[in-house]
């Protein structure tokens, strides 16, 4: 079960746009598509932001978009807003009834 | 609203025991696979545990398999955790989750609060 690589760290002013990596393998990011991503604010349990790749639950902002090539999945948060900054973790499905997380990236707002 | 609200948390010594329990409301919780999820001080998200909705199926880190054991009580709409031989490393927020299936592990839509659960040697 080893974790799903992430940056450590993102960044960028109001208004643009970031894209947060998440990298797996063959038995996980690459065979399925049940990647999600949570945001977490310092404190405060993770929210659900993205599941199945690129699926957005109700509520969430379409600022925020998934997407998947290989085995590595991306986040995007566009049009970047001071409440954007938090936390945010990936997970994959993985396999024979395993799910895996990323190290997590902690997102700046400048 | 979905709500989940975990409880039994606190300070135990190493190789003891302790039970989590998650009360749940909002939703018909028969329905839905319930996770457990820990965050130690400082750290990233674990995944634990799942149990599938009639609780027929029950699935578990290589970390704590062996010794946690995930059970759910549908006639009172709750989720447990019963912790055995408890290391330090096992110290951590443990989240109450419920998933999108029936089954899992797939993702988690609504989390509670945390519990913390501080291991000392």
């Known amino acids: 079960q080893s974790a799903l690589t992430q940056p450590p760290s993102a960044s960028g002013s109001p208004g643009q746009s970031v894209t947060i990596s998440c990298t797996g393998t063959?038995?996980?990011?690459?065979?399925?598509?049940?990647v999600s991503w949570y945001q977490q604010h310092p404190g405060k349990a993770p929210k659900l932001m993205i599941f199945?790749?690129?699926k957005r639950p109700s509520g969430v902002p379409d600022r925020f978009s998934g997407s998947k090539s290989g085995n590595m999945a991306s986040l995007t948060v566009s049009g970047l807003q001071a409440e954007d900054e938090a936390d945010y973790y990936c997970?994959?499905?993985?396999?024979?009834?395993?799910?895996?997380f990323g190290g997590g990236t902690k997102l700046t707002v400048l | 609203q979905v709500q989940l609200v975990e409880s039994g948390g606190g300070v135990v010594q190493s190789g003891r025991s302790l039970r989590l329990s998650c009360a749940a409301s909002g939703f018909p919780f028969s329905s839905y696979a319930v996770h457990w999820v820990r965050q130690a001080p400082g750290k990233g998200l674990e995944w634990v545990a799942v149990i599938s909705s009639d609780g027929s199926n029950k699935y578990y880190a290589d970390s704590v398999k062996g010794r946690f054991t995930i059970s759910r009580d549908n006639s009172k709409n709750t989720l447990y955790l019963q912790m055995n031989s408890l290391r330090t490393d096992d110290t951590a927020v443990y989240y109450c989750a419920r998933d999108g299936y029936s089954y899992g592990p797939f993702y988690f839509d609504s989390w509670g609060q945390g519990t913390l659960v501080t291991v000392s040697s």
């Open positions: 199945e790749v690129n």
């Open positions: 997970s994959s499905y993985a396999g024979n009834n395993n799910l895996v």
């Open positions: 063959s038995s996980d990011v690459g065979s399925y598509n049940y």
